[in-house]
């Protein structure tokens, strides 16, 4: 194996970012991960489903479609990816947190951590989509009001309404059991398709394309499937919809109905997480295979991530004979 190089070996950095670097992964290290996990929510933008949405109240041909919304959500999720994930590992979705914790010993307070993160992040991108588009926000909703106030109101909240922007509903008359079998199978193979592009034996899926892979799935999926109602991301959609509550607060309903209700009505984010759960379940039984060989292009990846300077000198036992949490669980390679 050759020789280390570390950045520090071959360019110093300005005083200032050197002095954060002893700390940032020992007593912060918890600050600098969840700032990656929510701006990698935050790259993974939603501006193209508001062109589409309100060109269609305004009438503006061509301003936007299901092609070009799948074609911005993939490229937002591939930024995301490539920029964010060397430093918290890239989950940007509870349902891929959950499934850490669930199975590969995720540390639990990390874990909180990384959701509230996400969460904050998926409100902060829809909150900073509504100032970039307000007034053609308010241009329509005031198109709308012409429209009839009884129209507004059944429009604002479903996906053809400025409400559905950030609130993702169901369209109107949708099945809820159908709603469910689209959601839960999209979420199903999308996490089928990630467990494949983490799989160090996937000779077919090297490192560095892998989040080309991920990212195009998210795209069929938009593509194929986002007319039957689609989630696929509970940091996108919860936030989403307290973006909306922000601004519009709650919508009127009925006094016998809890206000909170809106907050999960129609709700596909509980599809999510057990149908990635069962997607890791099932990849490990029936894809996976520990008897293959690992290819070069991950075993240098993973060698990259353990021979982290800091990390390296800080995976020390601790009295009861783990490895002290530092950054987490140092060695261990988060590419999600």
Request: hydrophobic share 45%; proline share 6%; charged share 15%.
């Amino acid at each position: 194996m050759p020789d280390l190089v570390h950045l520090s070996d071959i360019r110093q950095r300005p005083r200032l970012y050197s002095a954060f670097e002893r700390h940032r992964h020992t007593s912060i290290h918890w600050l600098v991960e969840s700032y990656a996990e929510a701006l990698g929510v935050i790259l993974a933008r939603v501006g193209s489903q508001a062109v589409y949405v309100l060109g269609n109240i305004l009438k503006v041909t061509n301003a936007s479609s299901v092609l070009q919304i799948g074609l911005a959500y993939a490229c937002g999720i591939l930024l995301a990816i490539m920029v964010c994930s060397a430093t918290s590992g890239g989950h940007f979705n509870p349902a891929i947190t959950v499934t850490q914790l669930v199975f590969h010993r995720f540390p639990p307070l990390k874990g909180l951590r990384y959701l509230i993160a996400q969460l904050l992040g998926g409100y902060i991108a829809c909150l900073l989509v509504y100032v970039q588009y307000k007034s053609l926000i308010v241009d329509a909703e005031l198109a709308l009001l012409a429209a009839g106030p009884g129209i507004s109101e059944s429009v604002f909240y479903t996906p053809s309404g400025p409400g559905g922007i950030f609130a993702l509903s169901l369209p109107a008359g949708s099945n809820l059991g159908r709603a469910f079998v689209n959601e839960f199978v999209v979420d199903f193979i999308l996490g089928t398709v990630i467990f494949a592009s983490l799989d160090p034996t996937n000779t077919l899926i090297p490192p560095s394309f892998g989040p080309v892979v991920i990212s195009l799935a998210y795209a069929v999926a938009i593509w194929s499937f986002s007319a039957n109602g689609l989630a696929a991301n509970a940091a996108r959609d919860l936030g989403g919809r307290f973006t909306a509550l922000t601004i519009w607060g709650m919508p009127g309903m009925s006094p016998s109905v809890p206000s909170c209700w809106w907050l999960v009505r129609g709700d596909r984010r509980t599809y999510e997480i057990p149908a990635t759960l069962l997607a890791c379940v099932m990849y490990e039984l029936m894809l996976s295979d520990s008897d293959r060989v690992v290819p070069g292009a991950h075993l240098e990846v993973i060698n990259a991530h353990k021979n982290h300077r800091r990390l390296a000198r800080a995976q020390t036992p601790d009295s009861d004979g783990l490895d002290t949490e530092r950054k987490g669980h140092v060695g261990e390679v988060e590419r999600v």
